[in-house]
């Protein structure tokens, strides 16, 4: 059992890419960086993914911003509401377009993420981010 454990892990961390990188395989899981920088509460790292512009809406705020707009709003959430864990629990998508909810554990709630990711020309932008308090 060890042994798969390891394995897993080893091919999880192949899968990581440079953000908006191209896709290195057919089975490549863009939702793997992006979910490890919202679970670190990343900031930086995650809006590398962002769209020049995007949708972002963080409780109920937001709308059409920038990538610079987009991650000032993600940082004051994160800054305000510290991630403990992050999980995607649905994707969906085709070649092109990819969708994604996940569960954040953040501040001892939980909210429930949103991501919609777009590719052009090999590369995955993040073109809608939203962060929802679950009722």
């Known amino acids: 059992m060890q042994f798969h454990i390891k394995a897993f892990i080893a091919a ?8 908006g990188g ?11 960086p992006i979910s490890k920088y919202i679970s670190q509460g990343n900031a930086e ?8 512009n995007l949708d972002v809406t963080v409780l ?6 920038s990538k610079v707009q987009a991650k000032q709003m993600v ?3 994160f800054n305000a ?5 992050f999980e995607v629990t649905y994707t969906a998508g085709r070649a092109n377009m990819k969708y994604a909810l996940g569960n954040l554990n953040a501040g001892g709630e ?4 949103t991501i919609f990711v777009y590719c052009t020309d090999g590369k995955n932008q993040i073109q809608q981010f939203k962060i929802e308090r679950v009722q």
Request: no cysteine; glycine share 8%; proline share 4%.
């Open 12 to 19: 999880a961390l192949l899968l990581v890419a440079s953000p």
């Open 75 to 77: 940082s004051g959430f």
């Open 22 to 32: 191209k896709a290195q395989s057919g089975n490549y899981d863009v939702f793997v």
């Open 110 to 113: 939980t909210y429930l993420v």
């Open 81 to 85: 509401h510290t991630p403990r864990s």
């Open 60 to 65: 109920s705020k937001g709308g059409n911003s």
């Open 45 to 52: 790292a995650l809006s590398a993914w962002f769209s020049e």
